[in-house]
């Protein structure tokens, strides 16, 4: 069973940093994505940045420059270094797996989730 697991969150100080690690167990055997999305109180769940297997990466605007996302595709994992954070980053943060299969077909495996507070 393929199975994201999100670690590393916390409550930072506006302008810390944090790093979170996404492991996948089980076994792929397809071409895939990773990525991290945040959810905020009473807001929709939003893209943060992904990673594809061969390194191509996308951010959304508000976080470029102050976030970084990394592969080991050895470890089935992808990180999050997150830098100059800002009480706005604070979220839920998942990660995501999409697996996307030679007929073009895509599938969505999600993490639990891990808290991100910045707050003074």
């Known amino acids: 069973q393929v199975q994201p697991v999100e670690s590393g969150g916390g409550l930072v100080q506006p302008g810390g940093s944090l790093r979170l690690s996404c492991a996948v167990s089980?076994?792929?055997?397809?071409?895939?994505?990773m990525g991290w999305y945040r959810q905020a109180p009473g807001k929709q769940r939003e893209l943060v940045t992904t990673i594809t297997s061969g390194g191509s990466t996308n951010y959304a605007d508000s976080v470029k420059g102050r976030f970084t996302i990394s592969i080991d595709n050895a470890k089935k994992s992808v990180y999050l270094q997150m830098n100059s954070l800002k009480p706005e980053d604070t979220a839920v943060y998942y990660c995501?797996?999409?697996?996307?299969?030679?007929?073009?077909?895509?599938?969505?495996?999600w993490g639990q989730g891990t808290q991100v507070t910045v707050s003074s």
């Open positions: 089980g076994s792929i055997f397809t071409s895939y994505t």
């Open positions: 995501k797996l999409q697996l996307i299969y030679e007929s073009g077909y895509k599938y969505d495996y």
